[in-house]
């Protein structure tokens, strides 16, 4: 076929099934009219919604840890590591000294909130945080409005729980409003108080907070079956349109349905250790749940992979899959997920817990960090460690060069 029958339609149904991001990258380099096609917010809206996009790294309180050689991602993650700003200078600073805390990473965007600037009052309002929403990679950020006095007034008694936040605001991947608009984006702010769940939802497309969903305990207890005592929730992950959390003390998680804007309670799989487990995308509009294996008596240790089958009538259950053996010369530990991506952290096995102190700096070198796509279920290092983490928030991302503005 001659080039000059080569139309923009036919090379961009071309460019589409380059399997990686690298590739397109590269194509966009041999000339310029390859370029101008590429680089297009058409062309590459359709690419993303093709390919999600890779891990680059993750975020954590030291900042950002981008994926490093031989990982496949390490040439995008060097490219946004060095176009990036994970130090967030361009948000807003604090004569007081109040600090912005990373509470989520989603699409390219970063959520992150501080302390009020007064507090200290008994009003429900001062507890709420400011909030902000940053693009990293383009140095970008919208600063929430304040919940509004009428809508705050709803948030009684906020209990302050180890482990537990009474109040979390996070990203709503189905919140953005306009699905066109790829700068739009939606928040959710959830509170635990006394008597009942709360949720506020934000969306930028309007400007606006309002309320979504309130629940009592007593209510979303007995639905289920259990004490009303109110439960501590740990572990906030995404899958399908559904946000889901652990429940302390039970075999449980609680649900938020994004779409209905709907709190429920549904099953663990059996015998899942509560604080190590992934929720991920499985398929054909399925939920999957990896969970680390206890270490048994022969020595192995493993992950185990479960998929909610759900019957016509409503009902479901876990049905087993696959089981994923590891290197039992190491302890392992689940320390973030999307539905795409799950972040494994490994120690050796002298070093009982990451969690628990760690004697020299070489031994902080011991520590690793290992992703794996749920899809192909291949394991890559992403980094080496040299200080214990709690909470990692994978970061996905194009390249620099397929990524616009996300806000």
Request: with cysteine; hydrophobic share 40%.
């Amino acid at each position: 076929m001659a080039l000059a029958a080569l139309t923009d339609d036919i090379l961009s149904d071309i460019f589409l099934r380059l399997p990686e991001p690298a590739d397109l990258v590269r194509t966009s380099a041999a000339c310029v009219p390859f370029r101008r096609l590429i680089t297009g917010r058409a062309f590459l809206r359709r690419f993303r919604a093709l390919h999600p996009a890779p891990l680059l790294g993750f975020l954590d309180h030291n900042g950002f840890h981008p994926a490093l050689p031989p990982h496949a991602s390490a040439p995008a993650a060097r490219a946004v590591s060095l176009a990036a700003d994970f130090s967030f200078s361009f948000l807003p600073s604090s004569s007081t000294g109040r600090g912005w805390v990373v509470r989520d990473v989603r699409d390219g965007r970063v959520l992150l909130d501080r302390a009020p600037e007064d507090g200290g009052g008994e009003e429900p309002s001062v507890f709420f945080t400011e909030i902000a929403v940053c693009d990293p990679l383009h140095r970008r950020c919208v600063l929430l409005p304040p919940i509004p006095d009428d809508l705050a007034a709803a948030v009684d008694q906020p209990l302050r729980v180890e482990f537990d936040s009474w109040y979390e605001p996070f990203l709503n991947p189905g919140g953005c409003g306009d699905p066109e608009d790829e700068a739009s984006f939606g928040v959710i702010w959830m509170a635990r108080c006394k008597a009942k769940l709360v949720a506020f939802a934000f969306s930028s497309s309007t400007g606006e907070w309002r309320a979504v969903a309130s629940l009592a305990w007593r209510d979303l207890m007995s639905a289920a079956g259990l004490p009303s005592r109110r439960p501590a929730l740990y572990l906030r992950q995404y899958a399908r349109g559904c946000f889901y959390w652990v429940m302390d003390l039970q075999q449980k998680l609680l649900v938020l349905d994004t779409g209905r804007m709907e709190f429920s309670i549904a099953d663990l799989p059996p015998a899942c250790h509560r604080r190590q487990i992934a929720i991920v995308e499985a398929g054909e509009g399925r939920v999957g749940i990896f969970a680390l294996r206890d270490q048994v008596a022969d020595g192995e240790v493993s992950l185990y992979y479960t998929v909610r089958q759900d019957n016509a009538n409503g009902s479901g259950h876990w049905q087993m899959e696959k089981t994923i053996p590891l290197d039992p010369a190491f302890q392992h530990y689940i320390k973030g997920a999307t539905e795409r991506y799950i972040l494994l952290l490994r120690c050796p096995e002298h070093l009982s817990s990451a969690g628990m102190h760690v004697s020299s700096s070489a031994e902080m070198e011991d520590l690793e960090c290992f992703s794996m796509d749920v899809r192909t279920l291949q394991l890559e290092r992403v980094c080496q460690l040299k200080h214990r983490i709690l909470r990692a928030y994978i970061y996905n991302n194009f390249p620099p060069s397929l990524s616009p503005q996300s806000i």
